[in-house]
C-alpha cells in the first residue's frame, strides 16, 4: 500500500511546485477589461452668418434731354427691352435750330464788337501807350467772344442730342414722359436696367465685416419665393462704410446671383443671405 501511494505524492507535490514557479514567475491572473472606447469626434454645424438686402443691377442708365423743348416723339413704353444704342425719345428740332441760329447771331455781334475794339486801339497798342484802364476794355472784349463760342456749341450740342438713345440692353422700368406733345425740362428721365447685371446687395454689421472675404459661397432666399433657395457666391466687398437706418455701421456685400434668363430676378427684391463662413 505505501508503495502504490509514494508515487503519486511525488507527482502532487511536483505540480505544486510547478504552480507555484509560475505564479512567482507571471503573478497572479488579473481579470481582462473591456477597452474603453475613445471618444467619438465632435461635428460643428456650419458657420452661417446671416444678412438681409435686396437685389440690384449694375447696368443703370439714366437718360435725359440735354435742355428743354417740344417732345416730339416717344418711342418706348415702361417693361419694354430695347437694345443697345436704340433711339428712346425726341425733341423738336425745329426749335434747337433757331436757338443755334439766335447764338450765332450774337456770336457774329459779339466778334464785330471785338474787331472793331481791336482796331480802335491798334495805333495805341503800335506805340506801346495802352493802359491798364485800355486792358481791361481788350481783355472784357476777349472774354464776350470767348462765351460766345461756347453757348454756340452748346446750342450745337443740343440739336445734336434731340435725339437720346440708350447705350445699354435692357428693360425700360421708367418713362416720366410717355405722351409726346408736351414741353419738358432736363429733369424728365428715362431709365434702362440691364436684368443680366442684377446682384443681391446686403449690409454687413461691422462687428462681422471681417470674417467675410470673396468667393465664399451663399444661400439666398427671396420674399418673393419663400420655398425656393438660391446659391451664389460673395463678388464684391465694399471699401466705405454706409450707415443703417439704426444707426449703425455696416459694409455692403454683393453677392453673385445665378442667370437671370427667365428675368426672375427683379430690381428691388428683398431677401436673406446666408454667408457660409468655413
Do not use: C
Request: no cysteine.
Amino acid at each position: 500500500m505505501k508503495k502504490f501511494w509514494r508515487p503519486r505524492y511525488l507527482i502532487i507535490l511536483g505540480i505544486a511546485a510547478l504552480a507555484l514557479l509560475l505564479l512567482r514567475q507571471f503573478g497572479p491572473l488579473k481579470p481582462q477589461k473591456s477597452p474603453v472606447p475613445s471618444p467619438a469626434p465632435v461635428v460643428n454645424e456650419e458657420n452661417i452668418l446671416i444678412a438681409s438686402g435686396t437685389i440690384q443691377a449694375h447696368e443703370v442708365a439714366n437718360l435725359t434731354f440735354q435742355t428743354s423743348g417740344l417732345l416730339t416723339w416717344v418711342g418706348v413704353r415702361e417693361g419694354d427691352w430695347v437694345k443697345k444704342w436704340q433711339g428712346i425719345a425726341s425733341l423738336d428740332k425745329k426749335e434747337l435750330q433757331k436757338r443755334l441760329d439766335r447764338q450765332l447771331n450774337l456770336y457774329l455781334t459779339n466778334r464785330w464788337d471785338f474787331e472793331q475794339l481791336q482796331d480802335d486801339y491798334q495805333e495805341t497798342k503800335e506805340r506801346h501807350l495802352i493802359t491798364d484802364q485800355i486792358k481791361r476794355i481788350l481783355e472784357k472784349a476777349q472774354f464776350s467772344l470767348d462765351n460766345a463760342v461756347i453757348d454756340v456749341e452748346l446750342a450745337d450740342l443740343a440739336k445734336r442730342l434731340a435725339t437720346i438713345s440708350t447705350p445699354i440692353e435692357g428693360i425700360v422700368i421708367r418713362v416720366d414722359t410717355p405722351n409726346p406733345g408736351i414741353n419738358i425740362t432736363p429733369a424728365a428721365t428715362f431709365i434702362v436696367v440691364d436684368p443680366a447685371s442684377v446682384f443681391f446687395s446686403a449690409n454687413v454689421d461691422e462687428a462681422d465685416i471681417g470674417r467675410v472675404i470673396i468667393g465664399q459661397k451663399v444661400k439666398i432666399t427671396l420674399d418673393a419665393y419663400p420655398d425656393e433657395e438660391f446659391e451664389g457666391k460673395v463678388e464684391k466687398i465694399a471699401f466705405v462704410s454706409t450707415t443703417t437706418a439704426g444707426g449703425g455701421t455696416a459694409f455692403k456685400v454683393e453677392i453673385f446671383l445665378p442667370a437671370n434668363h427667365d428675368l426672375k430676378f427683379k430690381v428691388g427684391m428683398n431677401g436673406d443671405a446666408e454667408i457660409v463662413l468655413k
